[in-house]
């Protein structure tokens, strides 16, 4: 049995004073749900990390990271290393998010490398996915997808694989208001399942949690959840509202 998930990407929002508040109002609401029947992760910008590891310190929510950087110290203006985001309490890191994609550029053979180096550094990287409203229009999504999947993880056993959760995020349902159909999506994610059962074995493909991302909220997040293939989800917008992230926790318990 796969161990629901929800995780909150809070993007570049919130400040030093709001980042604790909501961290704070997540940790405090979903004491009685997450931990026991659900993980709960949130993803804080950078500076606000420490910060928000201590607010949730004494509950079960985790701390992941928007991204992380695949050298493990030296000269990278700018870069954080696994080291660093271990450092400071980080559980989870993002890796190939579709706004570092598409706004900053990432290739999957640099994706590749920053989630082989969140393994290898000890962190649990989640590798996000997902096709282009006009790559979806023309009949590509399989394709793009599959290509993201499989260089995404190249180069890595069934038991380092075994450390990864998938996300699914549609990059014309995110911040749009649009979600994916709970059809649409587990179409996806049974496609995905199939496909690491192909690359690797049948129980690490049963085992992999796969999250669907993509304008999720309190009101769908069931029936999102409800689908076989799908094991939690990956909250933007709404992960920024303490009621509406612990309406979503409350969903997947
Ligand atoms: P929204 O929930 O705002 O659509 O964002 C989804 C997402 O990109 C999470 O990583």
């Known amino acids: 049995m796969r161990k629901p998930f929800v995780a909150g990407n809070w993007k570049m929002n919130t400040d030093s004073r709001s980042s604790v508040a909501l961290a704070t109002g997540v940790?405090?609401?979903?004491v009685e749900s997450a931990?026991?029947?659900?993980?709960?992760?949130?993803?804080?910008?950078?500076?606000?990390?420490?910060?928000?590891?201590?607010?949730?310190?004494?509950?079960?929510?985790?701390?992941?990271?928007?991204?992380?950087?695949f050298e493990e110290k030296g000269a990278f203006t700018g870069e954080i290393s696994a080291s660093m985001l271990k450092d400071i309490g980080c559980t989870y890191a993002l890796?190939?998010?579709?706004e570092r994609r598409?706004?900053?550029?990432e290739t999957d053979e640099l994706v590749n490398k920053k989630l082989t180096a969140a393994i290898a550094g000890g962190?649990?990287?989640?590798?996000?996915?997902?096709?282009?409203?006009?790559?979806?229009?023309?009949g590509q999504t399989e394709e793009v997808v599959a290509r993201h999947v499989k260089e995404?993880?190249?180069?890595?056993?069934?038991?380092?694989?075994?450390?990864?959760?998938?996300?699914?995020?549609?990059?014309?349902?995110?911040?749009?208001?649009?979600?994916?159909?709970?059809?649409?999506?587990?179409?996806?994610h049974a496609f995905i399942r199939k496909l690491l059962s192909d690359l690797y074995?049948?129980?690490m493909a049963d085992a992999i949690r796969i999250?669907?991302?993509?304008?999720?909220?309190?009101?769908?997040?069931?029936?999102?959840?409800?689908?076989?293939?799908i094991d939690g989800l990956l909250v933007g917008g709404a992960s920024l509202k303490a009621e509406d992230f612990l309406g979503i926790i409350q969903a997947a318990v």
């Not at 598409?102 to 550029?105: A, Q, T």
């Not at 993509?214 to 409800?226: I, T, V, W």
Request: some cysteine; overall charge negative.
């Open 123 to 138: 962190l649990l990287p989640i590798l996000c996915v997902g096709e282009l409203q006009s790559e979806r229009e023309g």
């Open 152 to 188: 995404g993880l190249a180069g890595l056993s069934a038991e380092k694989v075994s450390a990864v959760t998938v996300a699914y995020e549609p990059v014309w349902a995110i911040g749009t208001g649009l979600t994916a159909t709970p059809d649409q999506a587990q179409q996806m």
């Open 27 to 30: 940790a405090e609401g979903s």
């Open 201 to 203: 074995d049948n129980k």
């Open 35 to 69: 931990g026991q029947n659900v993980d709960v992760a949130v993803c804080p910008p950078f500076v606000y990390l420490r910060a928000v590891a201590g607010a949730v310190s004494s509950s079960s929510v985790a701390v992941g990271a928007q991204d992380i950087y």
């Open 211 to 229: 999250l669907y991302g993509g304008s999720a909220k309190p009101g769908n997040a069931a029936e999102l959840m409800s689908q076989g293939d």
């Open 102 to 105: 598409h706004v900053i550029g």
């Open 95 to 98: 890796c190939g998010h579709s």
